[in-house]
C-alpha cells in the first residue's frame, strides 16, 4: 500500500472537564511504517461550551459552543491558514464537530471532508452528566482518600483524568446517585 503525505486536523476533546476556552493545537509527526512517508496529526481540544462556563460535568452531554467558543474556533483556523489537511475527524458531540468545521473554515480549508465518529466523543460520566463539578469533587476524592479535589488532582498528576473517570465509573456502579439509570448507561471506565 503507497502512502501519500497526509496532514489530519482532529477536533478531539483532551480536556474533557477543564473548561478552559483556550485551545492548544499539537503537531505530532509520525512516519507510516511502510515507505517513511511523514504524517502529520493535528489534535485540539474543543471551544468553550455553555457547559464549561456553568461548570459542568459534560462528558457524552452534547453541551453547544458558546459564541467565545465559536471564537476560538475561528482564530485556531486562523493559526492554521497555510496548511492544507486532507482529512479531519472529529467526535459525535456538536462542540466537537463545530470546532472542526470553524476551523477549517477559517484555514481556508473548508472543503476539506469530515469524518464524525463516535469512536472520538468524549467518555460518558453516566448519571453524573451535567452535575456541578464543585459539588463532585469531593466524591471524586474521596474514592481515593484524598481531602478534596484540588489535593487529588495534584496528587495524581498526568494519570488525574484516567483516575477522574474511573472515580465516576465506580460510583456510578455503585449506584452512589440512587438512579434508575441502566448499567449500560453508567459512568465509562478509563479502560
Not at 38 to 47: C, E, K, M, S
Not at 114 to 130: A, D, H, K, V
Not at 133 to 154: C, H, M, P, R, T
Request: charge should be positive; include cysteine.
Amino acid at each position: 500500500m503507497k502512502f501519500k503525505k497526509l496532514t489530519v486536523i482532529c477536533a478531539i476533546l483532551s480536556g474533557l472537564l477543564l473548561g478552559s476556552s483556550a485551545m492548544t493545537v499539537v503537531p505530532a509527526t509520525t512516519y507510516a511504517a511502510s515507505n517513511d512517508k511523514q504524517v502529520t496529526i493535528y489534535l485540539t481540544r474543543h471551544g468553550e461550551t455553555t457547559g464549561n462556563v456553568m461548570q459542568r460535568v459534560q462528558g457524552s452531554s452534547d453541551f453547544p459552543l458558546t459564541k467565545n467558543g465559536i471564537t476560538v474556533a475561528n482564530d485556531l483556523g486562523y493559526g492554521l491558514k497555510g496548511i492544507k489537511f486532507k482529512h479531519a475527524y472529529t467526535g459525535n458531540l456538536t462542540r466537537q464537530e463545530v470546532t472542526a468545521q470553524q476551523a477549517l473554515k477559517y484555514s481556508a480549508n473548508p472543503n476539506t471532508k469530515i469524518t464524525t465518529t463516535p469512536m472520538l466523543r468524549e467518555g460518558g460520566y453516566g448519571s453524573f452528566e451535567g452535575d456541578s463539578i464543585e459539588a463532585d469533587n469531593q466524591k471524586i476524592a474521596n474514592v481515593y482518600g484524598y481531602q478534596d479535589g484540588k489535593q487529588f488532582q495534584q496528587a495524581t498528576g498526568k494519570d488525574y483524568w484516567n483516575k477522574l473517570q474511573d472515580a465516576y465509573h465506580k460510583l456510578d456502579m455503585d449506584n452512589s446517585q440512587n438512579t434508575k439509570l441502566a448499567k449500560s448507561d453508567r459512568a465509562e471506565s478509563s479502560a
